[in-house]
């Protein structure tokens, strides 16, 4: 299978990433690199797709490389020059957040971006929300939100569709 394959392969079944960090600052909700990667990783191996993610000649790189050979896609973006390491490292691990949802066509929302711009976030029709399937990573981070109590069904609904099975199967 070439690396476009399996990389249509793998966006057919992340679907939307769910935001699980929360920005007090500008009291909003973004992806964080870590979740994302953790989010990935099932399919990544599932697909035989290596993710490297290194700063080359002063660029946050993303790559997905086939391990069968057969091909790799690249994204990066350059880093500001910044002389504060604790800028810095944001700015890298923002870059690595990005150069990865924009390698893979991901579905998220940038609501601490939009709310910086002044753009609005997501729209509230439900025809727009994507379907929250039992089988994908984004019920899983569903459930332990549930769980934990940190969401409600509500919220869940804000994000997904939520079909009546997949409701009886969260509570």
Do not use: H
Request: glycine share 4%; net charge positive.
């Amino acid at each position: 299978m070439t690396i476009n394959e399996k990389l249509f392969n793998l966006q057919q079944e992340i679907g939307t990433i769910s935001k699980d960090a929360k920005n007090p600052f500008y009291k909003s909700k973004y992806f964080d690199i870590n979740s994302l990667i953790n989010q990935l990783q099932p399919l990544l191996k599932k697909n035989r797709l290596l993710l490297l993610q290194p700063i080359e000649e002063d660029m946050v790189v993303s790559k997905l490389i086939c391990i069968d050979g057969t091909g790799a896609v690249i994204s990066g973006l350059r880093l500001p020059e910044i002389n504060d390491p604790q800028k810095l490292g944001s700015a890298i691990t923002y870059y690595r957040r990005y150069t990865l949802a924009s390698l893979l066509g991901l579905q998220a929302v940038d609501d601490d971006a939009n709310i910086a711009s002044g753009a609005t976030s997501m729209a509230s029709s439900t025809e727009e929300l994507p379907w929250l399937n039992e089988d994908s990573p984004q019920y899983k981070a569903v459930k332990t939100a549930l769980t934990k109590g940190t969401a409600t069904i509500a919220d869940v609904r804000k994000k997904f569709k939520v079909s009546k099975k997949v409701e009886s199967l969260l509570k």
